[in-house]
Protein backbone atom coordinates (compact mmCIF):
# COMPACT_ATOMS: atom_id res chain seq x y z
CA UNK A 1 0.00 0.00 0.00
CA UNK A 2 1.42 3.63 -0.97
CA UNK A 3 1.74 5.76 2.04
CA UNK A 4 -0.37 8.42 0.52
CA UNK A 5 -3.51 6.13 0.71
CA UNK A 6 -2.57 5.79 4.68
CA UNK A 7 -3.03 9.71 4.84
CA UNK A 8 -6.71 9.23 3.33
CA UNK A 9 -8.48 10.15 6.31
CA UNK A 10 -11.56 7.37 7.22
CA UNK A 11 -13.37 10.51 9.66
CA UNK A 12 -13.67 12.73 5.99
CA UNK A 13 -14.93 9.29 3.63
CA UNK A 14 -18.56 10.20 3.06
CA UNK A 15 -20.31 13.20 1.19
CA UNK A 16 -21.69 15.18 4.15
CA UNK A 17 -18.52 15.31 6.14
CA UNK A 18 -16.80 16.48 3.03
CA UNK A 19 -18.62 19.14 2.20
CA UNK A 20 -19.26 19.97 5.66
CA UNK A 21 -15.51 20.62 6.39
CA UNK A 22 -15.17 22.46 2.77
CA UNK A 23 -17.73 25.08 3.59
CA UNK A 24 -15.62 25.54 7.40
CA UNK A 25 -12.44 26.13 5.75
CA UNK A 26 -13.68 28.93 3.85
CA UNK A 27 -15.93 30.50 6.31
CA UNK A 28 -15.31 31.90 9.73
CA UNK A 29 -18.35 30.72 11.37
CA UNK A 30 -21.53 28.82 9.53
CA UNK A 31 -24.99 28.29 11.49
CA UNK A 32 -27.05 25.13 11.10
CA UNK A 33 -29.18 26.01 8.96
CA UNK A 34 -27.45 27.55 6.47
CA UNK A 35 -24.88 24.34 6.45
CA UNK A 36 -28.19 22.41 6.27
CA UNK A 37 -29.17 24.80 3.08
CA UNK A 38 -25.76 24.74 1.29
CA UNK A 39 -25.25 20.94 1.80
CA UNK A 40 -29.07 19.67 0.79
CA UNK A 41 -29.28 16.72 3.89
CA UNK A 42 -31.82 16.88 6.62
CA UNK A 43 -31.28 17.76 10.21
CA UNK A 44 -30.52 14.76 11.49
CA UNK A 45 -27.76 13.62 8.85
CA UNK A 46 -26.11 16.96 9.79
CA UNK A 47 -26.52 16.43 13.47
CA UNK A 48 -25.13 12.83 13.67
CA UNK A 49 -22.38 13.79 11.02
CA UNK A 50 -21.11 17.32 12.85
CA UNK A 51 -21.07 15.31 16.20
CA UNK A 52 -19.28 12.92 14.95
CA UNK A 53 -16.44 15.63 13.52
CA UNK A 54 -16.65 17.32 17.31
CA UNK A 55 -15.38 14.32 18.80
CA UNK A 56 -12.90 13.56 16.40
CA UNK A 57 -11.87 16.91 17.67
CA UNK A 58 -11.92 18.55 14.07
CA UNK A 59 -15.20 21.22 14.41
CA UNK A 60 -15.94 23.05 17.10
CA UNK A 61 -19.28 23.72 18.03
CA UNK A 62 -21.03 26.43 19.63
CA UNK A 63 -24.81 26.82 21.06
CA UNK A 64 -26.52 30.02 22.47
CA UNK A 65 -29.81 31.45 21.99
CA UNK A 66 -30.57 34.21 19.66
CA UNK A 67 -34.11 35.80 21.67
CA UNK A 68 -35.44 32.86 22.45
CA UNK A 69 -34.38 30.32 19.81
CA UNK A 70 -30.87 28.19 20.12
CA UNK A 71 -28.97 29.04 17.56
CA UNK A 72 -26.03 26.83 16.67
CA UNK A 73 -22.45 27.90 15.00
CA UNK A 74 -20.29 25.34 13.99
CA UNK A 75 -16.62 26.23 13.23
CA UNK A 76 -13.27 24.29 11.93
CA UNK A 77 -10.54 23.50 14.61
CA UNK A 78 -6.87 24.02 13.65
CA UNK A 79 -6.66 20.42 13.87
CA UNK A 80 -9.47 19.81 11.54
CA UNK A 81 -8.03 22.17 9.33
CA UNK A 82 -4.61 20.24 9.29
CA UNK A 83 -6.11 16.60 8.90
CA UNK A 84 -8.53 18.26 6.20
CA UNK A 85 -5.61 19.32 3.94
CA UNK A 86 -3.92 16.39 4.56
CA UNK A 87 -6.79 14.52 3.43
CA UNK A 88 -7.31 16.94 0.51
CA UNK A 89 -3.50 16.54 -0.40
CA UNK A 90 -3.56 12.49 -0.54
CA UNK A 91 -6.90 12.67 -2.45
CA UNK A 92 -4.87 15.19 -4.80
CA UNK A 93 -1.75 12.68 -4.80
CA UNK A 94 -4.04 9.33 -5.46
CA UNK A 95 -5.52 11.15 -8.45
CA UNK A 96 -2.46 11.84 -10.06
CA UNK A 97 -0.88 8.66 -9.45
CA UNK A 98 -3.73 7.17 -11.71
CA UNK A 99 -3.35 9.52 -14.64
CA UNK B 1 -11.78 3.25 -12.87
CA UNK B 2 -14.75 3.63 -10.52
CA UNK B 3 -13.27 5.20 -7.33
CA UNK B 4 -11.22 7.72 -9.21
CA UNK B 5 -14.44 8.99 -10.64
CA UNK B 6 -16.00 8.90 -7.31
CA UNK B 7 -12.51 11.11 -5.77
CA UNK B 8 -12.96 13.52 -8.60
CA UNK B 9 -16.77 14.35 -7.59
CA UNK B 10 -15.73 14.09 -4.24
CA UNK B 11 -13.25 16.92 -5.26
CA UNK B 12 -14.99 18.52 -7.41
CA UNK B 13 -18.37 19.15 -4.71
CA UNK B 14 -15.55 20.32 -2.58
CA UNK B 15 -14.99 23.14 -4.74
CA UNK B 16 -18.58 23.91 -5.55
CA UNK B 17 -19.20 24.06 -1.95
CA UNK B 18 -16.02 26.44 -1.02
CA UNK B 19 -17.23 28.86 -3.42
CA UNK B 20 -20.76 28.51 -3.22
CA UNK B 21 -20.46 29.45 0.68
CA UNK B 22 -17.35 31.82 0.45
CA UNK B 23 -18.40 34.05 -2.57
CA UNK B 24 -21.82 36.01 -3.25
CA UNK B 25 -22.40 34.65 -6.95
CA UNK B 26 -25.87 36.09 -7.67
CA UNK B 27 -24.27 38.60 -9.27
CA UNK B 28 -25.78 39.49 -12.55
CA UNK B 29 -24.03 41.06 -15.92
CA UNK B 30 -27.03 42.35 -16.93
CA UNK B 31 -26.45 44.53 -14.34
CA UNK B 32 -23.00 46.16 -14.90
CA UNK B 33 -24.58 46.33 -18.19
CA UNK B 34 -27.43 48.41 -17.36
CA UNK B 35 -25.10 50.97 -15.02
CA UNK B 36 -22.96 51.59 -17.89
CA UNK B 37 -25.87 52.73 -19.50
CA UNK B 38 -27.27 55.10 -17.09
CA UNK B 39 -23.77 56.10 -16.62
CA UNK B 40 -23.50 57.19 -19.90
CA UNK B 41 -26.64 58.91 -20.10
CA UNK B 42 -25.54 60.56 -17.14
CA UNK B 43 -22.67 61.77 -19.22
CA UNK B 44 -25.07 62.96 -21.86
CA UNK B 45 -26.98 65.22 -19.65
CA UNK B 46 -23.81 66.80 -18.50
CA UNK B 47 -22.37 67.31 -21.35
CA UNK B 48 -25.59 69.23 -22.52
CA UNK B 49 -25.48 71.41 -19.10
CA UNK B 50 -21.54 72.10 -19.21
CA UNK B 51 -20.48 71.94 -22.32
CA UNK B 52 -17.93 74.49 -22.11
CA UNK B 53 -15.97 72.43 -19.44
CA UNK B 54 -16.71 69.17 -20.67
CA UNK B 55 -13.15 68.45 -22.13
CA UNK B 56 -11.31 70.98 -19.98
CA UNK B 57 -12.61 70.69 -16.59
CA UNK B 58 -10.73 72.98 -14.21
CA UNK B 59 -8.28 71.43 -11.47
CA UNK B 60 -9.05 74.19 -8.89
CA UNK B 61 -11.96 76.41 -7.89
CA UNK B 62 -11.57 79.75 -6.12
CA UNK B 63 -13.56 78.81 -2.70
CA UNK B 64 -15.41 82.10 -3.52
CA UNK B 65 -17.22 80.65 -6.92
CA UNK B 66 -18.10 77.52 -4.79
CA UNK B 67 -19.55 79.78 -2.21
CA UNK B 68 -21.37 82.22 -4.36
CA UNK B 69 -24.82 82.43 -4.96
CA UNK B 70 -25.20 80.56 -8.80
CA UNK B 71 -23.57 77.38 -7.53
CA UNK B 72 -26.15 75.48 -5.41
CA UNK B 73 -28.27 75.78 -8.65
CA UNK B 74 -24.93 73.36 -10.11
CA UNK B 75 -24.66 71.24 -7.08
CA UNK B 76 -28.68 70.88 -7.36
CA UNK B 77 -28.07 69.32 -10.94
CA UNK B 78 -24.90 67.74 -10.11
CA UNK B 79 -26.94 65.38 -7.44
CA UNK B 80 -30.16 65.19 -9.63
CA UNK B 81 -27.55 63.98 -12.38
CA UNK B 82 -25.54 61.42 -10.27
CA UNK B 83 -27.67 60.30 -7.61
CA UNK B 84 -30.56 59.23 -10.42
CA UNK B 85 -27.77 57.07 -12.35
CA UNK B 86 -26.77 55.53 -8.68
CA UNK B 87 -30.51 54.96 -8.13
CA UNK B 88 -31.06 53.33 -11.43
CA UNK B 89 -27.58 51.36 -11.40
CA UNK B 90 -28.65 50.16 -8.03
CA UNK B 91 -32.12 49.37 -8.58
CA UNK B 92 -31.34 47.31 -12.42
CA UNK B 93 -28.46 45.74 -9.93
CA UNK B 94 -30.89 44.33 -7.29
CA UNK B 95 -33.51 43.34 -9.96
CA UNK B 96 -31.03 41.38 -12.32
CA UNK B 97 -29.00 39.85 -9.36
CA UNK B 98 -32.25 38.93 -7.63
CA UNK B 99 -33.62 37.16 -11.19
CA UNK B 100 -30.36 35.27 -11.25
CA UNK B 101 -30.42 34.20 -7.53
CA UNK B 102 -33.71 32.85 -8.05
CA UNK B 103 -33.27 30.89 -11.41
CA UNK B 104 -30.33 29.07 -10.04
CA UNK B 105 -32.42 28.28 -7.16
CA UNK B 106 -29.57 30.07 -4.18
CA UNK B 107 -31.08 32.46 -1.93
CA UNK B 108 -30.43 36.42 -2.63
CA UNK B 109 -29.78 38.02 0.39
CA UNK B 110 -27.28 35.69 2.78
CA UNK B 111 -23.87 36.25 4.53
CA UNK B 112 -22.02 36.30 1.41
CA UNK B 113 -24.05 39.14 0.07
CA UNK B 114 -23.94 40.97 3.45
CA UNK B 115 -20.35 40.31 3.33
CA UNK B 116 -19.53 41.35 -0.74
CA UNK B 117 -21.43 44.81 0.31
CA UNK B 118 -19.41 45.44 3.27
CA UNK B 119 -16.15 45.33 2.21
CA UNK B 120 -17.54 47.26 -1.38
CA UNK B 121 -18.91 50.53 1.11
CA UNK B 122 -15.60 50.35 3.32
CA UNK B 123 -13.02 52.13 0.68
CA UNK B 124 -16.35 53.56 -0.85
CA UNK B 125 -17.02 55.33 2.45
CA UNK B 126 -13.69 56.75 2.35
CA UNK B 127 -13.25 57.67 -0.77
CA UNK B 128 -16.70 59.81 -0.30
CA UNK B 129 -15.36 61.80 2.67
CA UNK B 130 -11.94 62.24 0.60
CA UNK B 131 -13.89 63.44 -2.32
CA UNK B 132 -16.16 65.80 -0.11
CA UNK B 133 -12.54 67.34 1.18
CA UNK B 134 -11.42 68.05 -2.36
CA UNK B 135 -14.67 69.73 -3.24
CA UNK B 136 -14.15 71.54 0.41
CA UNK B 137 -11.06 73.09 -0.82
CA UNK B 138 -11.66 73.73 -4.04
CA UNK B 139 -9.45 70.77 -5.80
CA UNK B 140 -12.43 70.09 -8.18
CA UNK B 141 -10.31 68.57 -10.75
CA UNK B 142 -9.31 65.82 -8.83
CA UNK B 143 -12.72 64.34 -7.69
CA UNK B 144 -12.91 62.62 -10.42
CA UNK B 145 -10.10 60.07 -10.97
CA UNK B 146 -10.64 59.81 -6.96
CA UNK B 147 -13.81 58.08 -7.87
CA UNK B 148 -12.47 55.83 -10.15
CA UNK B 149 -9.64 55.15 -7.89
CA UNK B 150 -11.64 54.68 -4.83
CA UNK B 151 -14.30 52.47 -6.84
CA UNK B 152 -11.56 50.54 -8.17
CA UNK B 153 -10.13 49.60 -4.78
CA UNK B 154 -13.57 49.08 -3.44
CA UNK B 155 -14.32 46.48 -6.28
CA UNK B 156 -10.75 44.99 -5.64
CA UNK B 157 -11.50 44.59 -2.20
CA UNK B 158 -15.01 42.87 -2.73
CA UNK B 159 -13.87 40.73 -5.47
CA UNK B 160 -12.76 38.16 -3.07
CA UNK B 161 -16.49 37.77 -1.66
CA UNK B 162 -18.07 37.41 -5.24
CA UNK B 163 -17.20 36.52 -8.63
CA UNK B 164 -13.66 36.85 -9.42
CA UNK B 165 -13.71 39.36 -12.39
CA UNK B 166 -15.09 42.38 -10.60
CA UNK B 167 -11.08 41.61 -9.44
CA UNK B 168 -9.96 42.76 -12.92
CA UNK B 169 -12.58 45.51 -13.48
CA UNK B 170 -11.61 47.11 -10.28
CA UNK B 171 -7.85 46.69 -11.22
CA UNK B 172 -8.82 48.72 -14.70
CA UNK B 173 -11.23 51.29 -12.90
CA UNK B 174 -7.88 51.89 -10.76
CA UNK B 175 -5.81 52.59 -13.91
CA UNK B 176 -8.37 54.73 -15.37
CA UNK B 177 -8.49 56.88 -12.39
CA UNK B 178 -4.49 57.20 -12.30
CA UNK B 179 -4.68 58.44 -15.83
CA UNK B 180 -7.34 60.83 -15.27
CA UNK B 181 -5.29 62.24 -12.51
CA UNK B 182 -2.45 63.23 -15.14
CA UNK B 183 -5.15 64.30 -17.84
CA UNK B 184 -7.36 66.23 -15.10
CA UNK B 185 -8.94 68.24 -17.88
CA UNK B 186 -10.53 65.34 -19.03
CA UNK B 187 -11.92 63.87 -15.82
CA UNK B 188 -15.76 64.41 -17.14
CA UNK B 189 -14.56 62.44 -20.15
CA UNK B 190 -12.72 59.19 -18.05
CA UNK B 191 -15.64 59.27 -15.87
CA UNK B 192 -17.65 58.44 -18.41
CA UNK B 193 -15.56 55.87 -19.93
CA UNK B 194 -14.78 54.09 -15.98
CA UNK B 195 -18.39 54.10 -14.88
CA UNK B 196 -20.14 53.53 -18.50
CA UNK B 197 -18.10 51.67 -21.02
CA UNK B 198 -15.81 49.66 -18.36
CA UNK B 199 -19.29 48.71 -16.87
CA UNK B 200 -20.96 47.85 -20.35
CA UNK B 201 -17.92 45.33 -21.15
CA UNK B 202 -17.29 43.43 -18.22
CA UNK B 203 -20.94 42.98 -17.50
CA UNK B 204 -21.11 41.77 -21.29
CA UNK B 205 -18.30 39.71 -20.87
CA UNK B 206 -19.71 37.94 -17.36
CA UNK B 207 -23.12 37.84 -18.80
CA UNK B 208 -21.75 35.83 -21.42
CA UNK B 209 -19.48 33.57 -19.35
CA UNK B 210 -21.99 33.05 -16.45
CA UNK B 211 -25.70 33.31 -17.54
CA UNK B 212 -26.64 32.90 -21.60
CA UNK B 213 -27.09 29.32 -20.85
CA UNK B 214 -29.27 30.33 -18.15
CA UNK B 215 -32.52 30.02 -19.61
CA UNK B 216 -33.82 32.87 -21.82
CA UNK B 217 -35.68 35.83 -20.52
Known amino acids: MKDYLLKLNKAFENRTRLGLMSILMVNDEVDFTQLRDLLQVTDGNLASHAAALEKAGYIQVSKQFVGKKPNTTYAVTRAGRKAFTEHLDALEKLLKSQK | ?217
Open chain 2, 1 to 217: MNEHREQLEALTEIRDLMNRSSRFLSLSGLSGVFAGVFALAGAAVAWFYMRDVFFHFPLYAPVEVLTSEGISEFYLFFALDAGGVLFLSLLSGWIFSKRKARRAGIPFWDHTAWRALLNLAIPLAAGAIFCFALLMHGVIGFIAPATLIFYGMALLNASKYTLNDIRYLGISEIALGLLACIWVGYGIIFWAIGFGVLHIIYGAAMWWKYERGAGGS
